[in-house]
């Protein structure tokens, strides 16, 4: 773990206070005065975003909210059936088929995606899942999976040094230690593979899979040995969507990342490259034990020509809550809805 490991040299548990019960109605979450003061910092943390992204040549576009598909790759989430005239349609779990699909009229586009994904209700106790949420999903054409994290950690950059800079008022009410967030902005993010991680994780006695995604304690552990935001790369095949390409020189590792927070706040950001050959597209998805015609729509795009590209989707509420240093996801989100738990 040579890439990162002087920035694991911090407190083995996260400082995050515990988390309180969600209020029992909308009116008495949004009269909170942090309530009010988080939601200031995230309408700024967009703003920040999109005068970013547009800066740098990205065309914002309207997600779709419903589909015949969605993305499949969600690790133990539900999807939501609607509908739709006769047909069964998908409420969007991530636009990510769409993203690719949009690079065939536009070269770097971005979205502010809603999107809807029934949890397990384990992730309950997680503190960084919600059953609805928003990401900053962006995607660019004809770009490796370097130059996606290379955006990443400057948009990061740029939306904390922003929100330091414009909204210290709130930053102080919410208690959040600025001087933590200023050495997100002064160094560069740290790098280390899924491999490292997990033998990490394992050496300090966690049941990690080699195998598998980060489980979300062992993210949380990683998360909180930091100091600054780092990116963990090159997922084993099989944990991911169809959808991130496989390394030539490595077979079984995708060309994928991870961008978690440090402090505890874990996971922000998940990208990759993409895949685009027809062919192996499908392969992948018989390999997931899908049906291929499931996803007719995109295959026959992917049959006349999907361009290669590589993107990300920042989850907005961790996002929100990692700026503003609150406890629980649900209290960056005016509405929260988190899983198993029937709300407004």
């Known amino acids: 773990m040579t890439a990162v490991s002087a920035e694991f040299s911090g407190p083995a548990s996260s400082a995050i206070p515990a988390s309180p019960a969600i209020p029992a109605s909308p009116d008495a979450h949004l009269a909170s005065e942090e309530t009010r003061a988080t939601l200031r910092v995230q309408s700024q943390m967009l703003a920040a975003t999109r005068a970013f992204l547009t800066r740098q040549g990205f065309q914002e576009l309207l997600p779709p909210i419903i589909g015949p598909v969605t993305d499949p790759g ?62 900053i999903d962006v995607e660019i054409r004809d770009a490796r ?8 950690e400057a948009l990061v950059s740029h939306v904390v040094a922003d929100a330091v800079q414009e909204m210290p008022g709130e930053l102080e009410l919410l208690g959040r230690d600025t001087d ?33 995604e980060i489980d979300w304690e062992g993210e949380e552990m990683i998360s909180a040995k930091s100091t600054r935001p780092f990116f963990v790369v090159d997922y084993p095949k099989g944990s991911r969507g169809f959808y991130d390409r496989e390394r030539t ?13 440090p402090e505890g706040y874990g996971e922000l950001a ?28 995109y295959l026959d795009l992917a049959r006349r020509g999907l361009p290669a590209s590589s993107g990300f989707g920042i989850g907005l509420e961790r996002f929100t809550r990692y700026v503003t240093g609150r406890p629980s996801v649900w209290q960056a989100s005016a509405y929260p809805k988190l ?3 029937v709300s407004a």
Request: without cysteine.
């Open 249 to 261: 020189d490595a077979p079984g590792v995708l060309r994928n990342f991870d961008l978690i927070a």
């Open 270 to 297: 998940s990208g990759s490259e993409r895949e685009y050959d027809y062919a192996t597209l499908v392969t992948r998805i018989r390999e997931t034990g899908e049906n291929p015609a499931k996803y007719g729509w």
């Open 145 to 152: 999976r370097e130059d996606a994290m290379a955006v990443a």
């Open 339 to 341: 899983p198993g738990v």
């Open 74 to 135: 969600t690790r133990g989430s539900k999807q939501v059936d609607v509908d739709y005239y006769g047909h069964k349609y998908k409420l969007m779990t991530s636009a990510i088929l769409y993203k690719q699909a949009t690079l065939t009229a536009f070269d770097k586009i971005f979205y502010i995606a809603p999107n809807v994904r029934l949890e397990p209700l384990e992730t309950a106790v997680t503190h960084r899942h919600l059953a609805e949420f928003h990401q």
């Open 180 to 212: 933590a967030l200023r050495e997100v902005v002064t160094q560069a993010f740290g790098r280390m593979s899924h491999q490292e991680a997990t033998d990490d994780l394992i050496a300090a006695g966690h049941p990690q899979n080699p195998g598998a």
